[in-house]
């Protein structure tokens, strides 16, 4: 596995660096801002929930520092929560707002929440629930912090999974999959927005080559509260929790193993914009190919062009 502690540390009194983590309080987010911190990084950390965001950052702070504190080399940086709901694009522009009243700059910009397999549900802003949490309002918020992370050719890490794989042929966005059984096309639903983050990094790569922009899927992790609607529920609940478990103990990685991809994206002087801008990396922060589909250039355009009119005609122009 990746060792982090290989990664650039850096003290904050001399130099200031800036990170942006969504849902950074729990699972991978939490232990990619707990190495964040321990490098020296200034940490927003995105979230809904301002007293689970405290409650995180002060454990954080208590990990940090059992663990550094025989590390001359380490300078604690700072965390901030940052109030973001991704299943509403205003919270979303308020977000960024906050962002740019108190930062000129954003070195590192991490894409990380996500919900998983969820039943059918339309956002108050029109989009399926998967497609606007885990690609929609990151589409939006990265192009929003876009000027920030140019001033400092920044990166861009977009968290996306294995699991886009199962959109084996391109599928329209529009195409709302909602059928029956939920079991089955959820997961469809899934697969789309995954791909739909990785072809957003690559055509971001192409576009605005400044900023080095890579997506990651951190590997199997099975200790997480996405899986959690399906472990509730009546009678097959106990089912999924056992598929669950054993999966997870023959190919499942830990929180922080699945985040070592993610701090080998942001933080490792041995990738360029010139040789990885558009990348993809797996488990551990191994170089990888992701599907056909997601590697597609002509099916990333047409998802970038029908992205960029929803958001039009919602009153988001980016």
């Known amino acids: 596995m990746f060792d982090p502690d290989t990664l650039p540390y850096y003290d904050p009194s001399v130099e200031r660096r800036t990170a942006l983590v969504t849902g950074g309080n729990s699972g991978i987010g939490w232990y990619t801002v707990l190495h964040l911190y321990m490098h020296g990084f200034a940490v927003y950390l995105c979230g809904r929930n301002s007293s689970r965001v405290n409650k995180a950052m002060k454990i954080i702070t208590a990990e940090a520092k059992k663990r550094c504190a025989d590390n001359p080399k380490v300078h604690l940086g700072s965390m901030y ?112 927005a995954k791909t739909a983050s990785i072809q957003f990094v690559k055509m971001m790569a192409i576009k605005y080559p400044e900023v080095l922009c890579l997506s990651v899927h951190p590997g199997l992790v099975m200790n997480t509260n996405l899986f959690s609607y399906w472990t509730r529920l009546p009678i097959v609940g106990i089912f999924f929790w056992m598929l669950f478990q054993i999966v ?70 980016v």
């Not at 960024?96 to 108050?124: C, F, G, H, W």
């Not at 190919?251 to 994206?265: P, W």
């Open 81 to 192: 929560y940052l109030h973001a709901d991704l299943a509403d694009l205003q919270s979303v522009e308020r977000a960024v707002k906050n962002v740019k009243r108190k930062e000129s700059k954003l070195d590192i910009l991490i894409n990380n929440a996500a919900v998983m397999a969820m039943p059918y549900q339309i956002t108050k802003d029109g989009f399926e629930i998967q497609l606007q949490t885990n690609y929609v309002a990151h589409f939006l918020l990265s192009m929003r912090l876009l000027p920030l992370l140019q001033k400092c050719n920044g990166r861009l890490i977009m968290l996306s999974s294995v699991g886009h794989n199962l959109e084996f042929m391109y599928c329209a966005l529009g195409q709302d999959w909602n059928y029956r059984p939920n079991c089955v096309f959820t997961w469809l639903r899934y697969a789309m």
């Open 248 to 317: 997870g103990f023959f190919f499942g990685v830990s929180n922080e193993e699945g985040c070592l991809a993610t701090l080998k994206c942001a933080l490792s002087p041995e990738l360029s914009r010139d040789e990885d801008n558009g990348k993809y990396f797996v488990t551990g922060g191994r170089e990888a190919k992701p599907s056909y589909v997601a590697n597609n250039l002509d099916d990333a355009a047409s998802t970038w062009i029908w992205t960029m009119h929803e958001l039009r005609d919602r009153g988001y122009k």
